[in-house]
């Protein structure tokens, strides 16, 4: 996989995606929609190019779900307090800037964990660093330090429940060290998981490049 | 038809709990002490509050076509949202419209000193 092939093969996701969110848009299904649906997709990729995102090498269906449901639960929850804090005439919260170190290396991850970081309430992610992987949120209503220890934990736990779901095999191996360090037990083992590690050695922290992490 | 009492009463409490969330939204942006906590205001409670006026919908008419555009509207408010709410404040902590004797800890301030501080003295260290 290389070259033409390569990025072509990349775009199918992508292309597929498009053609879907055209449907939607038009409510039905027809000959007429998804040719058009499809010339449209292939126009807005020329037209519009993005630098191609490597997409993980494993999927774990359950740990999606997982995650989807945990991210749900955590939304409509955080929004109530969030709400509470709002009306609450007490006292004004106190909050905190918090720099929180990922474990993972990808693109992907990183913009996942992110996002859902950020849509949950209570927390807001002030500055992003892609070169080291720190996220910078602003968390509200931390009154205590013990507090801010919870809201880093918290996404600490969000990006494992993504990495378990989508992350690469990469993603796996520098969670789980980052886990042994804190003298966890691993999110993932696993016969595919170990046969993958012994194939391709560890790339430090300061030598991985987003685009050429793992040739096959 | 009882069935289509059931869904009334669903929609009803739905949009009840999408208007409170997004009144308490707006409570927050009002009373919040400094533009990064109001974003939590303006962006947060909003994402529920709209998700549950979005469910009331769909319980209300019950077609795939409803469904599927409120679908979008969904995915594409949780998309953008938090991309929105990062650039302002990003933006609000760069012009320091923050009050910092409500915060517990800046873990970024070092770090965002260092930088300007960088840029300032030496153009050799300007990061490419």
């Known amino acids: ?216 | 038809m009882t069935a289509d009492i059931w869904f009334e009463v669903a929609s009803s409490v739905c949009l009840l709990i999408g208007a409170l969330l997004s009144l308490a939204a707006g409570i927050g942006l009002l009373r919040f002490p400094d533009a990064l906590s109001r974003m939590h205001a303006a962006t947060k409670p909003q994402i529920a509050g709209l998700a549950f006026i979005l469910l009331a919908v769909a319980l209300e008419q019950r077609n795939w076509a409803t469904v599927s555009t409120l679908f979008l509207v969904m995915l594409f408010q949780m998309l953008t949202a938090p991309v929105a709410a990062h650039m302002i404040g990003r933006a609000a902590y760069r012009t320091r419209h923050l009050r910092r004797e409500l915060l517990l800890t800046d873990e970024l301030a070092d770090v965002v000193d260092r930088a300007s501080h960088d840029l300032a003295t030496d153009p050799a260290t300007r990061p490419k």
């Open chain 1, 1 to 216: 996989m290389s070259g033409v092939r390569g990025s072509i093969w990349r775009q199918v996701p992508l292309l597929v995606w498009l053609v879907v969110l055209w449907l939607f848009l038009w409510d039905q299904v027809s000959v007429l929609s998804i040719v058009t649906g499809l010339v449209l997709a292939l126009l807005v990729t020329r037209v519009f190019y993005l630098p191609p995102v490597e997409l993980p090498d494993r999927v774990n269906p359950l740990g999606v779900l997982l995650f989807i449901v945990r991210f749900i639960v955590d939304l409509v929850r955080a929004s109530f307090q969030v709400a509470w804090m709002a009306i609450d005439p007490r006292r004004v919260p106190t909050s905190s800037i918090i720099a929180v170190q990922l474990s993972t290396k990808s693109d992907l991850s990183l913009t996942l964990t992110a996002l859902a970081v950020s849509l949950v309430p209570g927390s807001l992610i002030v500055e992003a660093d892609r070169q080291d992987d720190i996220l910078y949120l602003h968390a509200l209503g931390t009154e205590t330090p013990e507090d801010v220890e919870q809201v880093r934990a918290g996404v600490l736990a969000v990006e494992e429940r993504i990495v378990r779901a989508i992350g690469s095999r990469d993603d796996v191996r520098r969670v789980n060290l980052s886990r042994a360090e804190r003298s966890l037990p691993p999110l993932i083992t696993g016969r595919r998981q170990s046969a993958w590690e012994s194939r391709h050695p560890m790339v430090p922290a300061e030598q991985y490049t987003p685009e050429g992490g793992y040739p096959e």
